[in-house]
């Protein structure tokens, strides 16, 4: 599993993204090697030292158990303090713990133990035989990026360039026997570039939201291999497709129980229910589409409302080109707010006076959003998922 290596590794992948967030953008920028041995000062000085440590802290204890073990004092280098943190977990209940994005709710803590680790890991390795190199494109400290970006290369003895999320960059770097981790927007805007690298040779992976099949199609129009995955922060790699229009493959530790609910299954006689947040649509016992996120009811005023149910509404409106409605923050209030992207922009005013009155015939009070926010696209997070705002 993890050793102080993985942990080195680790370590410089999160202090080259905070470099990366805090310093402008270089007019030419480069791959990163994150596997080389780099000083912790050249990275991102010393100021960035315990903002690194909290989210690696986060990373591998729950919250729930204590460092079983304190870091050494007075370390210098990214290795000395992955020493520490690595002889700590290897006391504690050794599980590595990720963050959900957000995009539901409040980020919630999703603690995966070991052995769920390496079952993901050896499903997914057949895929990646004739892979030659590694490139990530997605942060390391999602469990995404953790895996592909991290642990599978490891178990695969394949090198590893962290490469910066902008397709004329990537498509500089990638060449034959590359697998390229990345995201549904790269891969899109990977494909509207003025001239199209050839993918022959080359693996596009792609995670965290549903990708448009007429994204797989033009990668696969360019010679790209396909690894579209479908899972959780809680789950890992729950299934795999390689082509579009194919349904997923579920990974060989889940059984399908009924139409909504698989079981985890470890050691004989020992499993875990698993309930995936998506409906799905079952081909036959192992194979799957998803078939949209399950409705979420929200309390407002007392009652069960479904923001995919108002949105939906609100989409059907003249005028209206895409939506999106959620509960507010407690600091916002108690009601539904909804994000608007219009036909046209320069209509916003007089739409938000429409859709109150348009609103109050064709819903409850309750489900009638009180704010709306207007935009040319939809918010959503650095991994494509969408995002409050």
């Not at 991102?44 to 591998?60: C, K």
């Not at 995009?103 to 995966?112: H, I, L, M, Q």
């Not at 680790?117 to 190199?133: H, M, N, Y």
């Not at 299954?265 to 799957?288: I, T």
Request: glycine residues 6%; neutral net charge; charged residues 20%.
């Amino acid at each position: 599993m993890l050793t102080t290596d993985d942990m080195v590794s680790l370590l410089q992948s999160f202090m080259l993204e905070e470099q990366r967030c805090a310093a402008p953008f270089p007019r030419a920028p480069q791959p990163e090697h994150i596997f080389a041995a780099r000083s912790w000062d050249q990275l991102i000085g010393d100021a960035g030292r315990e903002h690194v440590m909290a989210h690696m802290r986060t990373m591998l204890f729950s919250g729930e158990e204590e460092l079983a073990g304190p870091v050494p004092a007075g370390t210098d280098t990214p290795a000395d303090t992955a020493i520490g943190l690595h002889a700590a977990w290897q006391k504690s209940s050794r599980q590595v713990t990720f963050l959900t994005s957000g995009s539901t709710g409040t980020p919630r803590p999703c603690p995966n133990s070991v052995a769920m680790l390496e079952q993901e890991i050896a499903f997914l390795r057949p895929f990646f035989q004739d892979v030659r190199r590694i490139v990530p494109v997605v942060a390391a400290h999602h469990h995404y990026g953790f895996t592909f970006g991290l642990h599978l290369p490891r178990a695969c003895s394949l090198p590893v360039v962290r490469c910066v999320a902008l397709p004329h960059v990537l498509a500089s770097v990638i060449r034959p026997g590359d697998a390229v981790i990345g995201l549904p927007m790269l891969w899109q805007a990977l494909l509207k570039t003025r001239a199209v690298p050839s993918g022959e040779g080359i693996l596009a992976v792609s995670a965290t939201a549903p990708i448009a099949e007429a994204t797989l199609e033009g990668l696969a129009r360019a010679g790209f291999a396909i690894a579209d995955i479908f899972g959780t922060s809680e789950s890992g790699a729950t299934g795999i497709r390689t082509a579009p229009g194919q349904p997923y493959c579920l990974a060989p530790h889940f059984h399908k129980t009924d139409s909504s609910a698989l079981e985890r299954r470890f050691a004989p006689g020992n499993s875990s229910p698993f309930l995936p947040e998506d409906r799905l649509h079952w081909y036959d016992a192992r194979h799957f589409f998803p078939a949209g996120r399950l409705d979420r009811a929200v309390q407002v005023a007392g009652r069960n409302v479904y923001p995919e149910h108002v949105a939906h509404v609100i989409k059907s409106l003249p005028g209206i080109r895409d939506c999106t409605v959620r509960l507010m923050r407690p600091e916002e209030g108690t009601r539904l707010k909804a994000f608007i992207v219009p036909v046209r922009m320069d209509e916003a005013e007089s739409l938000r006076h429409s859709l109150r009155r348009s609103l109050k015939k064709l819903l409850a009070a309750e489900e009638c959003p009180v704010t709306f926010s207007f935009g040319t696209a939809l918010p959503r997070n650095a991994m494509g998922k969408l995002a409050d705002w």
